[in-house]
């Protein structure tokens, strides 16, 4: 199983946990690029799981790997399509499946600038399980076999939230109190600066509110401490402590695995890479929660889930720092319609579930073959 980094390891636990628990006799090997996915690995499985980082896509270095590895099965998640891991694995014998496959125009057009080199990729993969209609047309005109793509919908939409998740995030809100909480998750450069001014914006209508802030790559949370520390905002770091401080009005997510029970403990979520021109990131997360979601324009990478939850009323767009503020302080002051518009972003995640009996029934497919 390869997960590049964090989101796709989250994305990539529930097939994981199903082989874990029905094929317990198989070892699972995952592998990561970045620090933080490996870290991710890490938490979610202990030892349970053999995690190593993918060798670099040389035909000498993924030629060792594969025949010390030797799999039965590869799964790789989203988009992280190596020309020379692909294609070795399958001139090997083995299955290799592309899981929750997304494609974005954008990255469809860089693919193509190199097409006499990725498409005997594409046309490798055994299986392309695809998240929607436009991810798998672009497959195609890659060069995987249209016979091979199946559009199953994002696995994502299967995040399920454990008791004892529910549990730690309810001891996490007793600890804030009353105060309207607001999430800014997975935020990148350039939007912090954003969401900071509206915040301050927010205070002065709602001057209790706290804003949990959560960049999105951990060598960034020292240099969001300093641009809190700028706005003069009071805030506190989560390293420092667990007990949330009365006159904080910020309190920085400098921890690794506490997004989710984050998201538990607010009461409007803002999702990042998406103020910035990054694609966005998950907003499936929070709306699992129940929680009405704000972003930016910028939603490529997650352009059909984003519709979806627009067009439901659970999701806003935004793209001023007083529009940020206006949003966040509307549903934040009003708890009867903040509520509806997180139960329609619910309704969005129960409503597209099952993507993942679709995968494991390939991948299980492709054990029975082997």
């Not at 309810?170 to 105060?179: E, L, P, Q």
């Not at 907003?283 to 939603?299: F, K, N, Q, R």
């Not at 889930?305 to 549903?331: D, H, M, P, Y």
Request: proline share 4%; aromatic share 6%; hydrophobic share 45%.
């Amino acid at each position: 199983m390869h997960a590049v980094s964090v989101g796709e390891t989250i994305a990539a636990a529930p097939l994981i946990e199903h082989f874990l628990r029905v094929h317990p006799q198989l070892p699972v090997m995952v592998t990561t690029m970045t620090p933080t996915g490996s870290e991710r690995v890490t938490a979610l499985f202990g030892d349970r799981v053999c995690h190593v980082y993918a060798p670099y896509d040389l035909p000498c270095a993924v030629n060792r790997f594969l025949a010390k590895v030797q799999p039965k099965v590869a799964v790789i998640m989203e988009t992280e399509v190596w020309p020379n891991m692909v294609c070795q694995t399958a001139a090997r014998g083995v299955d290799v499946i592309l899981a929750n496959g997304r494609m974005s125009a954008r990255s469809a057009a860089g693919y193509l600038k190199l097409k006499g080199l990725s498409a005997s990729a594409f046309a490798a993969f055994a299986h392309v399980v695809a998240q929607g209609d436009d991810d798998a047309k672009r497959f195609i005109a890659l060069g995987a076999s249209a016979e091979r793509v199946l559009v199953s919908g994002s696995i994502k939409f299967d995040v399920t939230i454990a008791p004892l998740l529910r549990e730690q995030a309810g001891v996490f809100k007793a600890a804030i109190g009353s105060r309207p909480v607001w999430i800014a998750a997975s935020t990148h450069p350039g939007e912090d600066e954003i969401i900071i001014a509206a915040h301050d914006r927010l205070l002065r209508i709602l001057p209790t509110a706290l804003l949990i802030l959560v960049p999105r790559h951990p060598e960034r949370f020292d240099a969001v401490a300093t641009l809190l520390a700028d706005a003069k905002l009071s805030f506190q770091r989560r390293s420092g402590s667990s007990a949330i401080e009365a006159g904080s009005q910020v309190l920085l997510g400098d921890t690794m695995g506490e997004l989710m029970m984050f998201y538990g403990g607010a009461a409007v979520a803002f999702v990042g890479g998406s103020l910035v021109d990054r694609g966005g990131h998950n907003m499936l997360e929070p709306a699992a929660w129940g929680l009405p979601l704000v972003t930016g324009t910028s939603d490529y990478n997650f352009a059909e889930i984003s519709q979806l939850l627009c067009e439901r009323g659970g999701l806003r767009k935004v793209t001023t720092v007083e529009q940020l503020a206006e949003q966040v302080g509307k549903w934040l002051g009003d708890s009867d319609l903040s509520q509806r518009q997180g139960a329609a972003a619910l309704n969005v995640v129960e409503q597209n579930r099952g993507a993942l009996d679709k995968l494991i029934a390939i991948v299980e497919g492709a054990l029975m073959s082997d």
